[in-house]
């Protein structure tokens, strides 16, 4: 099996970077494209995107020569496909039930089929399959009718248990280390780092079910469990911000371990609710975010996350994951016009933070020199 070779290049905390093999040293735009067709493909490079995340949050192609087909597709594009996120099933795994062993099996399969891919990015979630991405509404006007999410705790009932019943944190900490252990070494060998993204949002206990990943310490404590450059953080800035903290700061603390960064943000916490905005609107200075970024020698790639939908433009949309629209292209938060003004917005952050040709789509497209 070719794995993805190691290169002398490393962060600045002196890990090992996923993107060795890439042209510029700077973070790289990478786009979602729903649906996955030619058309959304070249629309993601005509904006000014390098990469393409294939995204399914309930499976994923699981030999190499299905996702070798997607990077063929992608790479006529000029387009690297470098992340798998949401990944192969891993319910059992996350509670620790039966059938646990099966599906890290499954999930070692698909470590290896994309080391073989050339695909070094998996990014995945340990939030409890009852309860995973949770929001009140999908339907809140934001700025000029654009519509958003929220969450508000007093539109929410907490009283509702689950077939899981109660569970603990020090359980989901033991499956989460024994997960780690499992898949992290196969991950060394292939050449794949994996990613790991917040609970959304970061709440420690909801209708009964304990979740591990909501605050700054709990990644530090995740990224001892398996001491290894290939055990990582999927940086999502919204999620950060919803905890209530210091985002450059925690950037500059984190940042070393992560090897995707989700770029959105928000008004408020998760204590006492929040509304999603425009990557320009909410309370972050994202200015000063990339800024951390840089600081920390990030080179990896950054997708704009859950764009407000823009009803004036996207007919026919649907409301929420519940629509089973994220790749019809017509949910609130995965729509492809959303993306257009991200996409745009970052690149006049890039060019303030990294000038106009170090940040320039030229410098870190495919078959780019370094």
């Known amino acids: 099996m070719a794995a993805i070779p190691r290169s002398e290049r490393s962060f600045a905390g002196g890990h090992p970077t996923p993107y060795a093999n890439y042209a510029g040293d700077t973070p790289r735009i990478a786009l979602v494209v729903t649906p996955f067709s030619d058309e959304n493909l070249q ?17 994923m192609p699981s030999t190499a020569a299905e996702l070798k087909e997607l990077v063929q597709r992608c790479a006529r594009f000029n387009l690297r496909l470098s992340a798998v996120e949401g990944g192969p099933p891993m319910d059992l795994i996350v509670q620790g039930k039966p ?11 698909c470590i290896r089929a994309m080391g073989e891919a050339q695909i070094p990015v998996l990014c995945y979630n340990f939030m409890p399959w009852q309860f995973r991405v949770g929001r009140t509404s999908y339907e809140v006007p934001i700025r000029g009718g654009a519509l958003s999410s929220e969450w508000r705790w007093e539109d929410f009932d907490d009283t509702v248990r689950t077939d899981a019943g109660e569970t603990s944190h020090e359980d989901m900490w033991q499956n989460l280390e024994y997960f780690l252990k499992a898949v992290i070494p196969v991950a060394e060998e292939a050449g794949v780092y994996l990613a790991c993204h917040p609970d959304d949002p970061p709440f420690p206990r909801v209708r009964g079910l304990a979740r591990i990943l909501t605050s700054p310490e709990a990644f530090e404590r995740m990224l001892h469990l398996v001491d290894s450059p290939h055990n990582g953080i999927t940086f999502c800035q919204g999620c950060f911000s919803e905890m209530g903290i210091d985002l450059p700061e925690v950037v500059r603390r984190l940042g070393h371990r992560a090897h995707f960064v989700h770029f959105r943000d928000v008004q408020g916490t998760a204590k006492d609710g929040f509304v999603e905005t425009f990557q320009d609107d909410g309370q972050t200075d994202m200015l000063e975010a990339l800024r951390a970024w840089r600081d920390v020698g990030f080179n990896g790639i950054v997708r704009p996350d859950h764009v407000p939908l823009l009803p004036t433009v996207e007919e026919g949309h649907a409301v929420g994951e519940k629509a089973r629209g994220y790749f019809s292209g017509k949910a609130s938060g995965y729509t492809m016009m959303g993306r257009i003004y991200a996409v745009g917005y970052m690149r006049g952050l890039w060019h303030a933070v990294y000038g106009k040709e170090r ?5 870190q497209q495919l078959g780019s020199t370094n």
């Open 359 to 363: 940040g320039s789509v030229r410098n």
């Open 43 to 59: 629309l993601a490079a005509q904006i000014g995107a390098t990469d393409v995340i294939y995204y399914d949050m309930d499976k």
């Open 99 to 109: 059938g646990r062993d099966e599906q890290l099996e499954f999930y070692k399969q």
